[in-house]
């Protein structure tokens, strides 16, 4: 049984670029979240997608924005990247009813 | 704005030592909250999760408890061994899922 699994690993971009990553959350699951983590520091919760609308939110800027897939799947888009989007994007895929909640290894991402 | 915050940022032991790692967080209206584990440059793996209305659960060597009234949780482990080394993070889910800044945990053999 596939974990969580998120593309690409690691990506190298300039500012201004856009970017696009990738999650395919654990078989089951439907709901999936992305959080947003600079070095030394926890998890920041971006936002949740469940049926394929983005339900909950946090305090990120515009720029950044998802998708959900009838497969469960999701995008993480970010756009006009800045060199403070640096960090490890990790997606994370529940049930809808079940709060545990499971982790992929995530996407560094270095701004230039 | 809810907060969570973890003491100590960092701790190291000698293997076979219990230890305690405390979590604090501002509200007590939570859902739940939830122990990981982060080893360097990876993802989060889910340790234990108490549910609002649970006072503690257990997993191994693992034992958290929730004190929702006074805004606290500890995570204890038992017996510590090398292996246990990594970033413990704590995360409360309120409206969202908030996350503290971690304990690092070095267990030496």
């Known amino acids: 049984d596939a974990g969580v699994t998120q593309s690409p690993t690691h990506l190298i971009k300039t500012r201004g670029q856009q970017v696009t990553l990738r999650c395919s959350p654990k078989?089951?699951?439907?709901?999936v979240s992305w959080y947003q983590q600079a070095l030394g520091q926890g998890p920041q919760f971006i936002f949740q997608?469940?049926?394929?609308?983005?339900?909950q939110r946090g305090n990120f800027p515009d720029r950044f924005s998802g998708h959900q897939f009838p497969n469960y799947s999701s995008e993480l888009n970010v756009n006009a990247l800045l060199l403070g989007d640096s960090a490890l994007y990790l997606c994370?895929?529940?049930?809808?009813?079940?709060?545990?909640?499971?982790f992929g290894s995530g996407t560094q991402l270095s701004v230039l | 704005k809810q907060e969570v915050t973890q003491i100590p940022a960092a701790l190291s032991v000698p293997e076979g030592e219990n230890l305690v790692l405390n979590c604090s967080f501002t509200?007590?209206?939570?859902?739940?909250l939830q122990w990981f584990r982060q080893d360097p440059g990876k993802g989060l793996t889910s340790l234990l999760l108490?549910?609002?209305?649970?006072r503690e659960q257990t997993s191994g060597r693992l034992n958290a408890s929730l004190d929702k009234s006074s805004g606290r949780s500890t995570l204890y482990i038992a017996a510590s061994q090398p292996g246990d080394s990594a970033t413990y993070l704590c995360?409360?889910?309120?409206?969202?899922?908030?996350f503290g800044t971690g304990t690092r945990l070095l267990v030496s053999p």
């Open positions: 509200d007590s209206a939570i859902y739940n």
């Open positions: 994370a895929s529940k049930t809808a009813v079940n709060e545990k909640l499971f």
């Open positions: 078989s089951g699951h439907d709901t």
């Open positions: 108490i549910q609002s209305s649970q």
């Open positions: 995360a409360v889910e309120f409206q969202k899922l908030v």
């Open positions: 997608y469940y049926e394929e609308e983005e339900r």
